[in-house]
């Protein structure tokens, strides 16, 4: 079976710090694609970023960056000097190739950036 | 920029009663997808539709849920009757579907259902 694991239920953090989101999959598929989304309090999620399961490239947006280690099964999300806007529920997902496209969410992390 | 839009926002109905939401996808996207998500906890598949046809409806409570998309264009997901358990934000969903699995799947604001 398929599973996304998001340890960490809330995160504070103060403005200017840095802070990582955990996501710990589980998978017996080879090929599958992992997705980070963001959902604000305005409730619709927001697509951030996706990897496929061959690309262990890590990757950098602004001061968004996630690293992917097949080994560990993990797809960490870092946030570089956070910001009040950064305010949000984040869901780590996972999608296995070839089953319809259907998102596994992880239970997600409630980001709380204070000034 | 084209966006999935939801209706309504917000629906308060009382149990035993019948309610509906409305979806209307991303134009040219054949996939679409009806999420439930309970207060504190990710979003889960409901139910699937590849333009018209139902490609995944294993979790949907069909009992008391129906959904359907009549023209493979918007769709409409309905409850009856409504238990104080359905209470949750009901999350539409479409994308390309170019095929795989990896395609970004583009959301709605979402309908927030409180049953009393």
């Known amino acids: 079976a398929q599973k996304v694991t998001q340890a960490q239920t809330e995160i504070s953090v103060v403005e200017k710090e840095d802070v990582t989101l955990d996501c710990v999959y589980e998978?017996?598929?080879?090929?599958?694609?992992l997705f980070w989304y963001k959902q604000p309090p305005s409730g619709e999620l927001v697509f951030l970023i996706r990897?496929?399961?061959?690309?262990?490239q890590n990757e950098i947006s602004g001061r968004y960056s996630w690293n992917f280690q097949k080994s560990t099964s993990s797809f960490n999300f870092t946030i570089t000097a956070s910001q009040v806007v950064d305010s949000a529920v984040y869901f780590c997902?996972?999608?296995?190739?070839?089953?319809?496209?259907?998102?596994?969410f992880g239970q997600g992390t409630e980001l709380s950036v204070k000034p | 920029e084209a966006e999935v839009a939801q209706s309504p926002r917000y629906k308060i109905t009382e149990k035993s009663q019948a309610v509906a939401f409305w979806c209307d996808p991303i134009s040219g996207h054949a996939t679409l997808y009806w999420y439930r998500q309970i207060l504190g906890q990710g979003p889960e598949l409901l139910v699937q539709?590849?333009?018209?046809?139902?490609?995944?409806d294993s979790q949907l409570p069909k009992d008391r849920f129906s959904a359907e998309r009549l023209k493979g264009v918007d769709s409409t997901l309905k409850i009856q009757p409504a238990e104080l358990g359905d209470s949750a934000m009901y999350l539409c969903?479409?994308?390309?579907?170019?095929?795989?699995?990896?395609?970004?799947?583009?959301f709605g604001p979402g309908t927030r259902l409180t049953v009393t």
């Open positions: 997902a996972l999608s296995i190739y070839n089953q319809g496209g259907k998102l596994i």
């Open positions: 998978t017996r598929d080879t090929t599958y694609y």
């Open positions: 990897r496929n399961s061959f690309d262990e």
């Open positions: 969903a479409s994308s390309l579907n170019v095929g795989g699995g990896k395609d970004e799947q583009y």
């Open positions: 539709f590849q333009d018209e046809s139902v490609v995944d």
